[in-house]
């Protein structure tokens, strides 16, 4: 059978039927096939195409499910020296080839003969009367394929089988290219007190393979790899109504991870995304925050015995407010699920109707039980000012003096009660001697003030923090 060479040489196949697909966080994912092969009694070699072109060949795995016993394996290997144009070329480098010419206007094709001398940055070729031609026009005709070249990745395996028939086998393996993530929507009601939330789960495989009418899992956690030596291989909307009875994705724990299984079979076309619904929830108890950091991205570092030293560390200042909202994930408020790493999303409803974009921020892994806080952005008619009133140092005394004083002001419509975040940053031994009202220690270095602000109005802290060594 002759091969016609074209820039549009070789077209992919569909893939065989996988029966399972286990999808990881981490570029990574485990395919479990179960297909039917023709055995012979004897020492023989299988071949299993359409399998994913960025396998990892040391996580093979084949199983007899017909013979268990009865099947040994001997050899497997995975082959991936895919054809193309020019490695095809050069195996026939020594060997005679065809070039023809599409017919021109007389009808005819040209056929032109000889020995293919090289294929590097264009054809040589030597015709029989000893002429060398320099990049002859034609579409190479080739006799039949080299041995060696595959169409598409292949698992071989040399086995030695108790007897013959059709015996149905499991084969299972890893593979890059494969992750998923997962997105979150949140429908915010007018007063921002109440939200719809929405899961969504996006399954991209990029591995080489299609997998056909599979059955979906995807793990939720940070699973370790060992480092692994590197091979080269040939790359190749709308809400859930909550009366439903079957969810979409039933979630489990698994080992130390929560593995979350599609409760029908699903195709995964080879260089695609997928978006499968996860979980929804109606009605949502959120809560919106304004938090005021005038001094965000100070912190305390170890200077020596004297703390820090500088006086004017700390006293940078920013006037923005930024808009937070929360909500718990428990049971109670419709939750109550490990929510895997990912993106959220959040909407709202304008005066027509119309849901509009009002921020988003990303989340880690989240149990059951605990607190949500998504990033909104800045708030626009909020504006903090921080600054420092007073500063003193007595070295020999060992200790730092100074007071802050913070103005928040509202141009809002409507009365608001903003956080300030203050970071205590020169020394470890701190105590707050003076405050214009109660405050709350958050952790080593940290404090918050709960502050009410009314609408066309302003509020003012003060403290006074000293620092000794």
């Known amino acids: 059978m002759k ?44 071949r299993v195409e359409d399998v994913a072109a960025q396998i990892d060949p040391t ?54 003969r000889g020995v293919l001398l090289s294929n590097a940055g264009g054809r040589v070729l ?19 394929l080299p041995d060696g070249l595959l169409t598409k990745p292949t698992l071989v395996w040399t086995v030695d089988a108790d007897r013959g ?22 429908v915010s009601n007018k007063d921002d007190d109440r939200g719809d939330l929405t899961a969504w789960v996006t399954v991209n495989n990029n591995s080489g393979a299609a997998y056909k009418d599979a059955r979906l899992k ?34 489990k ?17 080879d260089d695609s995304s997928k978006q499968v619904e996860m979980a929804s929830a109606s009605g949502v108890p959120i809560r919106k925050l304004y938090v005021y950091d005038g001094a965000q991205g100070v912190y305390w570092t170890s200077f020596g015995d004297s703390g820090n030293w500088n006086p004017g560390y700390g006293t ?12 718990e994930n428990r049971k109670a408020d419709g939750l109550g699920i490990p929510l895997p790493k990912g993106r959220v999303r959040v909407y709202k409803k304008d005066d027509d109707g119309s849901l509009q974009f009002a921020g988003e921020d990303a989340i880690d892994h989240t149990p059951k039980d605990e607190r949500v806080r998504v990033k909104m952005g800045e708030a626009f008619d909020l504006v903090g000012e921080r600054k420092r009133t ?10 730092f003096t100074e007071t802050f004083e913070i103005r928040l002001r509202n141009h809002k419509d409507s009365d608001a009660t903003v956080t300030v975040v203050e970071h205590l940053y020169r020394w470890t031994n701190w105590k707050i001697v003076d405050a214009s009202q109660k405050w709350t220690k958050k952790d080593a270095q940290t404090v918050e003030f709960s502050v009410p602000v009314k609408k066309d109005g302003e509020s003012v802290v003060t403290y006074t923090v000293r620092y000794s060594w």
């Open 218 to 251: 995807l793990i939720a956690g940070d699973v370790h790899r060992a480092p692994r030596p590197t091979y080269r291989i040939m790359a190749l909307a709308g809400a859930m109504d909550a009366a439903r009875a079957a969810p979409e994705m039933v979630e």
């Open 253 to 269: 724990p698994f080992f130390e991870y929560h593995m979350y299984t599609l409760q029908r079979p699903t195709t995964l076309a």
């Open 3 to 46: 091969i016609i060479l074209s820039s549009f040489l070789l077209a992919l196949a569909p893939a065989a039927f996988a029966a399972e697909v286990t999808v990881y966080n981490s570029n990574l994912g485990l395919v479990k096939e179960t297909r039917e092969l023709a055995l012979k009694k004897g020492v023989q070699e299988l």
């Open 59 to 112: 996580s093979v795995h084949f199983k007899s499910l017909s013979d268990p016993a009865g099947v040994q394996v001997l050899e497997q290997d995975f082959r991936y020296d895919l054809a193309s144009p020019d490695k095809i070329m050069d195996r026939y480098l020594g060997k005679e080839i065809e070039l023809v010419t599409p017919p021109g206007r007389d009808g005819k094709e040209t056929t032109t």
């Open 390 to 399: 007073d500063f003193s140092s007595d070295f020999r005394k060992r200790r």
């Open 316 to 327: 940078a200042s920013n006037k923005k407010v930024d808009v937070f909202l929360q909500f």
């Open 165 to 186: 028939g059709r015996q149905k086998a499991e084969i299972s393996y890893l593979t890059s290219g494969m992750s998923w993530s997962a997105d979150y929507v949140l």
């Open 126 to 144: 030597r015709e029989g009367d000893g002429k060398i031609l320099i990049n002859p026009p034609g579409n190479p005709v080739l006799p039949a």
